[in-house]
């Protein structure tokens, strides 16, 4: 069974930090999926944070390019995102989520395409 545990979500001020991480159980070949970061907020649809391909190719949205790095750690397994400057509008429930991807360097994005779903960890960003 595959899952994807997320962790590191919490409460920040306006300009802070948060450093989120997403384990992932064995059941599927790692190397062979694209790796995202979604987020929610209430009454939003989900939408694309930070993804990387299997080369380490990487697609942010327009509002975190810039504050936001995605990495993984192939090892491990793990994926990581490094959120700085952050603001209130980052407020959000964030989703670590895999894509199956027969491209090394090209990712679906949509949310349609994801194979597999951690829980969520939640971000609140205050003004």
């Known amino acids: 069974q595959v899952q994807l545990v997320e962790s590191g979500g919490g409460s920040v001020q306006a300009g802070g930090s948060l450093r989120l991480s997403c384990t992932t159980t064995s059941g599927y070949t790692w190397s062979n999926y694209c790796m995202s970061w979604f987020r929610q907020a209430p009454g939003k649809e989900r939408e694309q944070v930070a993804t990387?391909?299997?080369?380490?190719?990487?697609t942010y949205a327009d509002s975190t390019k810039g504050r936001f790095t995605i990495s993984r750690d192939n090892a491990k397994k793990s994926l990581y995102l490094q959120m700085n400057s952050l603001k209130p509008e980052d407020t959000a429930m964030y989703y670590c989520?895999?894509?199956?991807?027969?491209?090394?360097?090209?990712?679906?994005?949509?949310?349609?395409?994801?194979?597999?779903w951690g829980q969520g960890t939640q971000v609140t960003v205050s003004s």
């Open positions: 989520a895999a894509t199956f991807s027969s491209s090394a360097s090209w990712c679906n994005l949509s949310s349609r395409a994801v194979s597999y």
């Open positions: 990387m391909a299997r080369d380490g190719t990487t």
